[in-house]
């Protein structure tokens, strides 16, 4: 591994922001599957800047709990002024309002009307961090949206508190994510299998995104990373990317990349009623297409979270 990389793994949990006036958003995200039942959380603690606006940031506390097995979902978001939120650029630490987020810790809670989620958990894992991107892009100013893995194959225990009704977790296994960018990709499939049925050990992370330029879409890019076996096939560059294929409707999504040495594909599928709508605000909001979906699929094997649709406003969940 290169010095350069190694320097990069070391901070991939620090925040971006700076204050930077062109817009900004920076997500850090936690999620996690039952080892055995259709469950599965997703909290996410994010900070949005506008556009041209930076006195008008914003934290965000955003909490969902899937039930699979009654199909009752349970989403909650919350918003708080910059001034009570703390994302530090020198270590992984986040707080927004209340709640906080660390290395291995995460607690808070979020109401809005009379749906309330809170959480008390800790996460362990030994993964290294896994990029979805080549790293020279986390760098470039090419592609606006940077995502990456800070640790895949999270374990995660403790309590959530649903409305009062407290959800034991014990070793519910998922992910520690970090995203971050001046604009939401356009139109984008983003998903995970966090352990697959008959290889808990493999990690896939994959997205096919659509960009617009001006008048002009781009062809779909596929980057995919899979961790199998000991080994990482990292099928992300640009590139490769490009020939890779990825088909998306609003339910299903199917994909594929190929090298002379490795082909991986797959699709990941759900039902309507296995969604929630979000709404996601974009920095730049003259480049806002009109809706984002997020989901957390069961894969071919086992469950994983996936995220189809275009980007900006409205974000269903799956499990």
């Not at 591994?1 to 793994?9: D, G, I, V």
């Not at 009752?72 to 927004?96: D, M, N, R, W, Y």
Request: glycine content about 8%.
């Amino acid at each position: 591994m290169s010095e350069e990389r190694k320097a990069f793994l070391a901070r991939v949990n620090l925040a971006r922001y700076r204050g930077q006036p062109q817009g900004h958003y920076e997500s850090f995200f936690q999620r996690a599957n039952h080892p055995a039942r259709p469950l599965a959380f997703w909290i996410r603690y994010t900070l949005f800047s506008p556009q041209a606006h930076p006195e008008q940031a914003r934290g965000e506390l955003w909490a969902v709990f899937f039930n699979g097995e009654t199909r009752q979902h349970l989403a909650v978001k919350q918003e708080f002024p910059v001034g009570e939120c703390s994302f530090s650029t020198s270590e992984f630490q986040v707080q927004i309002g209340n709640a906080r987020l660390g290395a291995r810790r995460l607690q808070g809670a979020v109401q809005a009307h009379d749906r309330t989620i809170a959480w008390k958990l800790s996460c362990s894992g030994t993964a290294d961090p896994l990029l979805l991107l080549p790293l020279r892009l986390y760098t470039a100013r090419f592609p606006a949206a940077k995502s990456l893995v800070g640790l895949p194959l999270a374990r995660y225990q403790g309590k959530l508190f649903l409305n009062g009704e407290t959800v034991e977790i014990a070793d519910w296994t998922g992910s520690q994510n970090h995203n971050w960018g001046t604009r939401h990709t356009d139109r984008y499939a983003w998903g995970q299998v966090a352990g697959f049925d008959t290889h808990p050990d493999s990690f896939l992370e994959v997205a096919t995104a659509q960009l617009r330029l001006g008048p002009v879409w781009t062809p779909p890019i596929t980057p995919l990373v899979l961790r199998h076996r000991g080994r990482e096939y990292a099928l992300n560059g640009l590139w490769q990317s490009i020939r890779a294929r990825g088909a998306v409707d609003y339910f299903t999504w199917r994909f594929k990349s190929a090298t002379a040495q490795t082909a991986i594909e797959g699709t990941l599928s759900a039902p309507a009623q296995a969604f929630v709508g979000l709404q996601y605000d974009n920095p730049r909001r003259q480049a806002l297409p009109e809706h984002q979906d997020r989901r957390l699929p069961r894969s071919d094997q086992r469950p994983g979270p996936g995220h189809t649709g275009d980007s900006g406003d409205q974000e269903p969940c799956r499990l």
